[in-house]
Structure formats: C-alpha cells, structure tokens
C-alpha cells in the first residue's frame, strides 16, 4: 500500500517536507483544498499561503496552481477578517503573476491543463481584487498588493493589462499623487516608482505619467535623492525617461526642472558622493539618468539646460567603460549641440581629446574648430588642426572643411607660423589633397596664394 495515499491532508500539515513529498505534483492542489476549508484557523491558513508562496516559486507549479484555480482560492481569501491571511493571499497572488519573460499567464498545456492560458477572468478577478487591497487599512497589506502589480508589470503583457484598467491606473497613481510624499511608507513607495517604471515601457504607461499628473511626484523624489535608495532614484530616472518620449510629459518635466535635477544626480554618482555599493546598479542608474536627459534633450527649451549644466557630466559619460552610457552620452550632446553655442561649449571641453570630438561630432565639429585656427592660444590651435586632419582622413570631412569660409586660408596662414604650428597643419592640408583632383587643385592655389615655400608645397602635395 503506497503511503500518505489515502491519508488526509490535515493529518500531515504540521510537516510540510513529507507532505510535500507525498503529494508530489498534487501538493498544489491539496493546499487549494485545505486554504477552502472553512474551519481551519487564521494561523494555520497563513502557514498554508507561506507554504504555498514557497511552492509557487517554480513556473510549472504555477502552471499547475493556474490550471487547478488555486488564484480563485487565493482571491476568496484576499477579503478574509485577518489582515495576515489578506496579505499572504496577496502575496501569493504576487507570486502567480509573475512568470517568467514572454510567459506571463500563457502556460502552455500540461498533463495538468487543458486550456493555454487562463481566460479573461482570471485577469479581471486579480485587478479587482489588486485594486481592492490597494486601498487595505494595513500597510502590510498595501504592500503585498503593490508587490502583486509590481510582478505583474515586469512583463509588458502584464503591463499592458495593468494600464488597460483605468481604476487600477487611478488607483496607483493616486497613491502618490493624493497626499505628501514624505508621509508614504517607504516599502509602498518603492514599489509604486517600480511600478510606473515597468508601465511607461509601453507607450500607453508612458501617457499615465502626464495623464494622472505623476512626473511633479516623480521629481520630487528625485530632488531629494540624497534620502532614498539608489533603486528608488533608478525607477524614477526610467520613468522620466520614458515620459520624455511624449511631447506633454517631456515638456512637464522640463518646466519642473528634470534635466537640471537629472544632470545634478548624474553628477554626483559619476563623481563617487552617492554612493550606490552595486556596479551593476551604479551602472543602470547612470545609464538612465543618461538616457533621461537624451530624451528630454530633443526639446528646443531642455538645450540651452543641457549646455549650461551638463557638460562635464556628459564628457564624463563618453568616458564610461559601459557602452550604452557613451552611446546616450552622445546622442544627448549632438541634441544639445543643434545651436552654435552649444557645439563651441562641447568642443572646447573635446578639443585636446582629438579622437574622442570626431567620434562625437565628426564633420559638425567643422565650424567650431575653424575658430581655433586664429586663436592666439597655440595648444588650442595644435589640438584644433590635430582633429581636423582626422576629419580631413575622409572625403566628406575634408569637403567641410573646403566649405567653412576662410578656414583653409588660416590654416595656410599658419605654415608662416612657428614649427609647431607648421608641423600640425602639414597632415592637415596633405589629408585634403589626397581626395582626388578637385581637393588637390585648392590646396595647391591657397598655398600658391600664401607664398608657403616649394619645400613644403611638396611635402603636402606629393
């Protein structure tokens, strides 16, 4: 006779290691039937939802608790007297939702299922319920029902079910809208910005942000930075980011000063002074502050912000060994440097890292580096002719430079200079002539025209 086969659940629920191996894959099943028995103690149904959270940590056995309506079990459960039986059936429910990537509630068929995924139901029931808790009387509670949309909402999927319900979205956002920031537990408030975090991925959770009126809360957890976790200011910086892909958010958040206050954190966690103690986490928060003032950068009011707050923050980035971070980096500048005096700013602070002011700017940096061939500074002026001979490398580079007014006469100019002049504008006006006739026919006039000696007419043009 096999053991435990017709024992009853209740006689083993004090040792949950054998009875867990005595019903195997049924141990799901039989904590459904004992969480609906309506005589069993609050404690011991708290014990059972604990046990069962521990089961539900692998996606078959979740598989398994959808098929057998263990989340109906849960849901009934979830309006229960006790305030502990009410959270650990939330977070039960937390842990259902969350499966793992391109897998949320699409199980597929099991020896256990016969559906592919749970209908609509299931779906209408959790955000009832969700939405329900959301308003509990115990923190704890609240919690256990933000974890349940936070799980939720790491699929876009889920994302896309949770922004689909208005209530739900009214509900979370008036959580942080609806009363000072300072007064939310921290737990909630935590789990609320990941929340808006995961949800602006979709471009309809990008629009809740300045629909529900949240990007004024969003900053000013990001203005006081220096009180919170790093993880609060990295779900916060996402959602700015997000929201600065739409013209109403990103102008929001523009008034209220998000480039100035994104440039300010970005600084202070480049220079060391907030510290984060996880590289992988300092690593994504720069990379989303970064990718934050990208996105606001776009709009014609955020470059003038960029340019006068953010240069040395943003030279810093191009710096950054993670190459998402440079990548951000120079997009935001070549935003920022539309407008002249933008560029001239970000040249400057380029100009004795030769490589790095063509990597960023290439044939843009034309204008701004023809100022430097009058500059009474000399090692300006090397660095500035030092770069355009690597743009000069190329064919449209050296067509720039032909179409700049005056540039090639003061760089000619510059041979009647002093050696190390001489010796910078040589590779200079010799990378021009090399693209084909045309280039070698200006060169050769323009040094004509300057009476520079034959020896170096034919070092340049040989």
Request: aromatic content about 6%; glycine content about 4%; charged content about 20%.
């Amino acid at each position: 006779m096999q053991p435990y086969c017709f024992c009853h659940f209740m006689q083993f629920f004090g040792v949950v290691l054998q009875v867990t191996r005595a019903f195997g894959q049924r141990a799901v099943d039989k904590y459904r039937e004992l969480l609906t028995m309506d005589e069993l103690p609050d404690e011991n149904r708290v014990e059972a939802l604990r046990r069962l959270y521990d089961l539900l940590s692998n996606q078959e056995t979740k598989q398994v608790a959808i098929a057998h309506e263990v989340l109906y079990a849960c849901v009934d459960l979830a309006e229960a007297r006790s305030a502990d039986v009410r959270e650990h059936s939330a977070l039960a429910l937390s842990s259902i939702v969350l499966f793992e990537p391109r897998r949320v509630f699409s199980p597929p068929q099991t020896m256990f299922c016969n559906q592919d995924k749970p209908d609509e139901l299931a779906n209408e029931t959790i955000l009832r319920v969700g939405g329900m808790l959301l308003g509990d009387r115990e923190e704890n509670v609240i919690v256990a029902a933000c974890t349940i949309f936070r799980n939720w909402s790491i699929s876009n999927e889920g994302a896309a079910v949770i922004v689909g319900c208005e209530p739900v979205v009214h509900k979370l956002t008036s959580m942080l809208t609806g009363q000072p920031i300072k007064i939310i537990p921290l737990p909630v408030l935590g789990l609320l910005l990941e929340i808006l975090a995961n949800l602006s991925r979709l471009h309809t959770g990008a629009k809740v942000n300045a629909n529900y009126g949240v990007i004024p809360c969003l900053l000013a957890v990001l203005k006081k930075f220096v009180l919170y976790e790093p993880l609060f200011v990295l779900h916060g910086a996402q959602t700015i980011w997000n929201a600065g892909v739409h013209d109403q958010g990103k102008r929001e958040a523009i008034s209220l000063s998000a480039v100035e206050i994104c440039l300010k954190i970005l600084t202070r966690v480049l220079s060391q002074s907030y510290q984060c103690n996880d590289n992988k986490l300092e690593v994504e928060l720069i990379r989303c502050l970064m990718g934050a003032v990208m996105a606001l950068s776009t709009a014609e009011e955020a470059k003038p912000l960029v340019i006068e707050f953010g240069v040395e923050p943003l030279v810093a980035c191009l710096h950054h060994p993670a190459s998402s971070i440079k990548h951000n980096a120079v997009i935001a500048i070549n935003s920022a440097c539309e407008s002249p005096k933008g560029i001239h700013a970000f040249v400057l602070r380029l100009l004795h890292e030769e490589e790095l002011l063509v990597e960023v700017f290439g044939v843009k940096a034309v204008v701004a580096l023809s100022r430097y061939m009058k500059d009474v500074d000399e090692e300006e002026t090397v660095s500035a002719l030092k770069a355009t001979a690597t743009l000069c490398r190329t064919q449209e580079g050296a067509d720039q430079v032909i179409q700049c007014l005056g540039m090639l006469d003061d760089m000619v100019k510059l041979m009647a200079s002093n050696k190390t002049l001489r010796e910078a504008a040589i590779p200079v006006l010799r990378n021009m002539a090399s693209h084909g006739p045309s280039l070698q026919n200006r060169v050769a006039k323009c040094l004509a025209k300057h009476h520079v000696p034959e020896f170096y007419q034919d070092i340049i043009m040989r």
